[in-house]
């Protein structure tokens, strides 16, 4: 059984109507709605208002796979738990940056630049799977059309991929690394662009699905126990 851990900031939802009528009870509800349905996966959600923060050690020990969505509120995740979930992730667990997520503190500390990047509302998608071999994209045959999401573009500020599964292309002739497969320690990252909280990018069954596939593919093979540790050789 895979373990899931969705988290989600939880405060446009609640501050904003045009949020709360696409996604009434939160967008960490909305996946997990999907992804409870599948029988290999036990699916739990916590948001910045939960005990910790929803990131405490006896929390990060049971999950397999961490999903992330934060938009607005990535500086009130406290430092320690921001290192907190790069040490599991170094140990073995998976992560799932959603969107926005590319900001948050977590990531930043596993990939180490600045993740900055350009942006602008309202455009349409046309996400193209330029990897069709890799696990992630498995099911996905055709490129996916979003009607419309939020345009991230180039330059994206990331270190260089150990994969790219999805490239997003804009209706304003924007492209965007979409779909960006990271190896750290012991950990498997997947960074995922689709998902603006104005917009019910998430309902689309194939953004289900390769979500689906991003959460088979993070599980941990050799989960440590204890902190990595890189070991000098002289």
């Not at 739990?44 to 969505?69: A, Y």
């Not at 073995?92 to 969107?99: E, T, V, Y």
């Not at 500020?157 to 150990?162: C, V, Y």
């Not at 002739?173 to 917009?199: A, D, M, T, W």
């Amino acid at each position: 059984m895979i373990r899931v851990t969705i988290w989600n900031e939880f405060e446009e939802e609640k501050m904003y109507e045009e949020v709360k009528k696409i996604y009434p009870d939160g967008i960490h509800v909305c996946l997990s709605d999907f992804l409870s349905k599948n029988e290999d996966m036990q699916v739990r959600c916590v948001t910045l208002q939960s005990e910790g923060q929803g990131l405490t050690e006896e929390i990060l020990k049971n999950t397999d796979v961490l999903l992330w969505w934060g938009h607005q509120s990535h500086d009130k995740v406290t430092d320690e738990n921001a290192e907190r979930v790069k040490r599991h992730v170094l140990n073995g667990m998976g992560f799932i940056p959603l969107h926005a997520a590319h900001y948050s503190k977590p990531l930043k500390l596993l990939l180490g630049t600045s993740m900055t990047l350009r942006w602008k509302h309202g455009e349409r998608e046309k996400l193209i799977c330029i990897n069709p071999s890799h696990p992630i994209a498995e099911g996905i045959t055709e490129p996916v059309f979003l009607e419309e999401e939020e345009m991230y573009g180039e330059y994206f500020d990331i270190p260089k991929p150990d994969d790219i599964v999805f490239l997003g292309w804009f209706s304003n002739q924007e492209v965007f690394r979409s779909g960006c497969v990271f190896l750290r320690g012991n950990g498997k990252i997947f960074y995922f662009q689709p998902g603006h909280e104005e917009y019910p990018t998430y309902y689309n069954p194939q953004i289900q699905r390769i979500l689906t596939n991003a959460v088979r593919w993070a599980v941990p093979v050799n989960r440590r126990n204890e902190d990595f540790t890189c070991i000098e050789v002289k």
